[in-house]
């Protein structure tokens, strides 16, 4: 089955920085990268995804890159707020089940 | 439009009860999904039910979990004898044939 690891597993930034946090893959099949934010005691929000027939996507401040041939996608945050922070989790799928990352703890210090 | 909705959104329970979670997923979505969430960690993946395909249960702990989806709709996971490790968040998911998923706000469940 896939194989999703994500780094880092925390991540600091002073207010007004970027992050960037990062995914990688096995299975060359997967088609649809999504990115979800978690904020705590609440589920998991879509907040930006990307089909396998684009290399990069951007909406306002958040931008995500995808590399098929490396099997790696990144999540870009640039000019980052206090509400940014939360935990992030990437995932995959080929269109049935989904596989998610292990989650990345971000931290934005006013 | 509606999202996702989860019910109840705390359950406490005692150890060797059975317990039900319920999800109502987004209206004409063919996809549902169940995951569960220990505190801190990752989501685990439980349970996928497809339109009217056999559900997939790879992912169910063991044998006193199960889940049924009535009508293609609404879904119950059932949980039999409880053990303090199943205490955890369980998150319900739907997707449309696009393929995005969309979570509930996930039940709170813990044995005491």
């Known amino acids: 089955g896939e194989n999703v690891e994500q780094h880092p597993s925390t991540l600091s930034v002073q207010e007004g920085d970027s992050a960037v946090i990062k995914c990688t893959y096995s299975d060359s099949a997967s088609n649809y990268f999504p990115w979800y934010k978690q904020e705590l005691g609440k589920g998991p929000q879509l907040i930006i995804d990307?089909?396998?027939?684009?290399g990069e996507k951007k909406d306002q401040r958040i931008a995500v890159t995808l590399n098929k041939t490396a099997k790696h996608f990144s999540l870009h945050i640039t000019e980052t707020q206090p509400e940014d922070s939360a935990v992030y989790f990437c995932?995959?799928?080929?269109?049935?089940?989904?596989?998610f990352g292990t989650g990345t703890s971000l931290t934005v210090i006013p | 439009g509606a999202g996702v909705s989860q019910s109840p959104s705390n359950k406490v329970t005692e150890k060797g009860k059975d317990v039900e979670l319920r999800c109502d997923p987004i209206s004409g979505h063919t996809a549902l999904y169940w995951y569960r969430q220990s505190l801190g960690q990752g989501l685990e993946f439980l349970i996928y039910?497809?339109?009217?395909?056999?559900?997939?249960k790879s992912g169910l702990p063991s044998d006193r979990f199960s889940a049924e989806r009535t009508g293609g709709s609404v879904s119950t996971l059932t949980i039999q004898r409880t053990q303090q490790e199943d205490s955890a968040v369980y998150l319900c998911a739907s997707s449309s044939y696009k393929g995005e998923q969309f979570f509930g706000p996930g039940t709170r469940l813990t044995v005491l």
């Open positions: 995932a995959t799928t080929t269109g049935n089940q989904f596989y």
């Open positions: 039910f497809q339109g009217n395909s056999a559900p997939d």
């Open positions: 990307i089909r396998s027939n684009v």
